[in-house]
C-alpha cells in the first residue's frame, strides 16, 4: 500500500506532494540523487513476473525463498526502470527528496491519503 504526504522541506520550507510505495497496478521508484519518482506499471513488466513465476515455485516458498523471489524481482523492476534523466538510477528505497534543493530533512507529517 502506497502512501502520499504533504512534506515541508525543513533546508528551504518549500512544501510539496509526494508519494511512497506502489500500488495494486504499479510499482513507484524513486531517483537517489534528485528524487523524482518514476511508475512502471505492471503490463510493463509482465515478462519479468512470468519469468520469475517460473524460477521460483512461488506458492511452495519458504521465507528465504520469498527473500530471495522479492529481491530479484526488485532487482529486475530497477533494471527495468533504468536511469533518470539527472543520472541516477531509479531504485527501492531511497528517501523522499525536496523537488527544490534535493534535502531529505523533510517533515513528512502523517499520510493525507492511502493508496492500492
Avoid at 14 to 42: M, Q, T
Avoid at 68 to 75: I, L
Wanted: glycine residues 12%; aromatic residues 10%; contains cysteine.
Amino acid at each position: 500500500m502506497g502512501r502520499s504526504y504533504k512534506p515541508t522541506c525543513r533546508a528551504c520550507g518549500n512544501h510539496f506532494r509526494a508519494d511512497e510505495g506502489g500500488g495494486r497496478r504499479w510499482e513507484l521508484l524513486h531517483c537517489p540523487l534528485c528524487g523524482k519518482s518514476k511508475v512502471i506499471g505492471y503490463k510493463e513488466i509482465g515478462e519479468l513476473v512470468q519469468k520469475l513465476e517460473e524460477q521460483f515455485d512461488i506458492p511452495d516458498l519458504d521465507e528465504e525463498g520469498m527473500e530471495r523471489a522479492s529481491a530479484e524481482y526488485h532487482k529486475g523492476v530497477e533494471a527495468f526502470a533504468g536511469f533518470c534523466p539527472c543520472g541516477g538510477h531509479f531504485s527501492y528505497g531511497v528517501p523522499l527528496r525536496c523537488p527544490v534543493c534535493r534535502s531529505t530533512d523533510l517533515d513528512l507529517g502523517e499520510p493525507w491519503r492511502l493508496y492500492d
